[in-house]
């Protein structure tokens, strides 16, 4: 079994302060740090690119978890992977999922697949055995601050059946309103990665909510 990592969007920190807000919520516990890279195209919105993952990753002592949200990561990917340790693609995008998939992984980084809410979780299932990672989003993606999608968490019980039925050993994460609330409900359906943006960095204590998010229920 996986342990639960927890995963804070810096897209949520105070960017003026990039380099004390990562400080901040590494000494608060953060296991790995979640970058939102948008293209203005993929989705209706632009966050940031590879010079700010740079500067990210600069003073980052946990593993750089990027999640490209660009219609093309087959071209951009590269830009991202000496700063990232994982990196993850939209099976929506505009490109060979599998040949992007590996030349990541021949890069030296882990990779993942992420899905729309609106793409069946059979849209990703014969990637699974090129997976490292499978993030569930549990929101449109484009913005932080929405709404969990509960019904997002039938894909979570399908990616860890599927996991254990076809021996492998991908994490499972899920991205988007995750809180304690909804991130226990993560957890019980099979999730072990949760990223959080608003609830963490808005925290009044930082550091006891990444401790009561990354519980693992009795
Ligand atoms: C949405 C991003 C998320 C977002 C999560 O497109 O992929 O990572 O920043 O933010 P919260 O936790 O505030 O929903
Ligand atoms: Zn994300």
């Not at 516990?29 to 632009?46: C, K, Q, Y």
């Not at 929405?146 to 019904?151: T, V």
């Not at 993560?186 to 550091?207: E, H, I, K, N, Y």
């Amino acid at each position: 079994m996986h342990s639960i990592l927890i995963a804070p969007s810096v897209l949520a920190c105070d960017f003026g302060r990039l380099h004390d807000e990562i400080q901040r919520v590494q000494t608060a516990g953060a296991d790995w740090l979640h970058l939102d890279v948008m293209d203005g195209h993929f989705v209706d919105n632009i966050s940031f690119g590879p010079a700010f993952v740079d500067a990210t990753a600069a003073v980052a002592t946990v593993p750089v978890d990027t999640h490209l949200m660009v219609s093309r990561p087959d071209h951009y990917w590269p830009r991202f992977s000496k700063s990232s340790q994982n990196i993850t693609i939209h099976v929506e995008a505009d490109c060979d999922v599998s040949d992007t998939l590996r030349a990541i992984r021949s890069a030296g980084c882990t990779a993942g697949l992420s899905l729309r809410p609106g793409t069946p979780f059979s849209a990703i299932e014969r990637f699974l055995p090129e997976l490292d990672l499978v993030l569930v989003m549990t929101v449109e993606p484009g913005f932080g601050g929405q709404s969990f999608q509960a019904a997002m968490l039938e894909k979570v019980r399908a990616a860890f059946a599927a996991r254990a039925r076809l021996g492998l050993s991908y994490r499972i994460e899920v991205d988007g309103g995750v809180n304690l609330e909804t991130g226990l409900q993560c957890v019980l359906a099979g999730a072990d990665t949760l990223v959080a943006g608003t609830s963490v960095f808005r925290a009044p204590d930082m550091s006891e909510t990444i401790l009561r998010l990354r519980q693992r229920p009795a």
